[in-house]
């Protein structure tokens, strides 16, 4: 099963959360969603200020940091359910601090007025996203497996194109990732409202990393997307 197909899910069986519940769903979790955006951040801006030496040595860790990412979202994907929602939020917060160090090399390729245009669009797009998901009375729920599809091809896309590095191939991609991220966002918000996420997590608090965790590489995902798409690199 994967993390965007919830069978037996309580929209699914027609079962609604009072709104004082549906609100501290969301809530929570975005909480925890914009802490992680503020370590990522940090962790980003504070590799931005090494010195060339410091960089070149942190630099032969990039591949590592890269794989010890997947691992953790693998892991906390798979394993939320078996362990406690503290240790899920530890492995959350370690896992935006290992993007702020990926993120951090990625700024130094581009002007500071680029990074600040894919910020503020990024904000926008996905508060709009965000407010869209919360208020609709659409139920969204049978996007998930075309946007779990999306993602598939994305990523297949991106990988290809580490071969060809086609300029006008990279340029598709990153629309294309702005058009998944942004629907994301929507599908995710309405499955957290609903009291989904947190079903298919266990616990409230669970569901309250899970769902922070969802956001949190939406909010990425659409940043270094939107980057692609508006910075000249230096």
Same mark, same amino acid.
């Given at each position: 099963?994967?993390?965007?197909e919830?069978?037996?899910?309580?929209?699914?069986?027609g079962?609604?959360?009072?709104?004082?519940?549906? %609100?501290a769903?969301?809530?929570?979790?975005?909480?925890?969603m914009f802490?992680?955006?503020?370590?990522?951040?940090?962790?980003?801006?504070?590799?931005?200020?090494?010195?060339?030496?410091?960089l070149?040595?942190?630099?032969?860790?990039?591949?590592?940091?890269?794989?010890?990412?997947?691992?953790?979202? =693998?892991?906390?994907?798979?394993?939320?359910?078996?362990?406690?929602?503290?240790?899920?939020?530890?492995?959350?917060?370690?896992?935006?601090? *290992? $993007?702020?160090v $990926?993120?951090?090399?990625?700024?130094?390729?581009?002007?500071?007025?680029?990074?600040?245009?894919? @910020? =503020?669009?990024?904000?926008?797009?996905?508060? @709009?996203a965000?407010?869209?998901?919360?208020?609709t009375?659409?139920?969204?729920?049978?996007?998930?497996?075309? *946007?779990?599809?999306?993602l =598939?091809?994305?990523?297949?896309?991106?990988?290809?194109n580490?071969?060809?590095?086609?300029?006008?191939?990279?340029?598709? !991609?990153?629309?294309a990732?702005?058009?998944?991220?942004? %629907?994301?966002t929507?599908?995710? !918000?309405?499955?957290?409202?609903?009291?989904? !996420?947190?079903?298919? %997590?266990g616990?409230?608090?669970? @569901?309250?990393?899970?769902g922070?965790?969802?956001?949190?590489?939406?909010? =990425?995902?659409?940043?270094?997307?939107?980057?692609r798409?508006?910075?000249?690199?230096?």
């Open positions: 099963m994967n993390q965007y919830l069978p037996s899910s309580p929209s699914q069986l079962v609604r959360p009072a709104a004082a519940l549906s %609100a769903f969301l809530t929570q979790a975005f909480l925890w802490l992680g955006v503020l370590v990522t951040t940090g962790v980003g801006f504070w590799v931005t200020t090494l010195s060339e030496s410091s070149q040595r942190l630099s032969g860790l990039f591949f590592p940091v890269i794989l010890l990412q997947l691992g953790i979202a =693998i892991g906390l994907s798979f394993a939320i359910r078996r362990i406690s929602a503290t240790l899920g939020l530890g492995l959350f917060f370690l896992y935006a601090a *290992l $993007t702020g $990926t993120i951090g090399f990625i700024l130094l390729i581009y002007p500071i007025t680029s990074v600040a245009a894919a @910020g =503020i669009g990024t904000a926008a797009i996905f508060g @709009g965000a407010f869209y998901g919360s208020v009375k659409r139920d969204l729920t049978s996007l998930g497996a075309y *946007l779990f599809m999306a =598939i091809g994305l990523v297949a896309a991106s990988l290809v580490l071969f060809l590095r086609s300029d006008g191939l990279s340029y598709l !991609v990153s629309w990732a702005v058009v998944i991220f942004t %629907a994301l929507a599908f995710d !918000v309405q499955r957290i409202q609903r009291g989904d !996420v947190a079903a298919w %997590a616990t409230m608090e669970k @569901g309250a990393v899970m922070a965790f969802r956001l949190y590489l939406d909010f =990425i995902n659409l940043f270094l997307a939107l980057l798409i508006l910075g000249g690199r230096r």
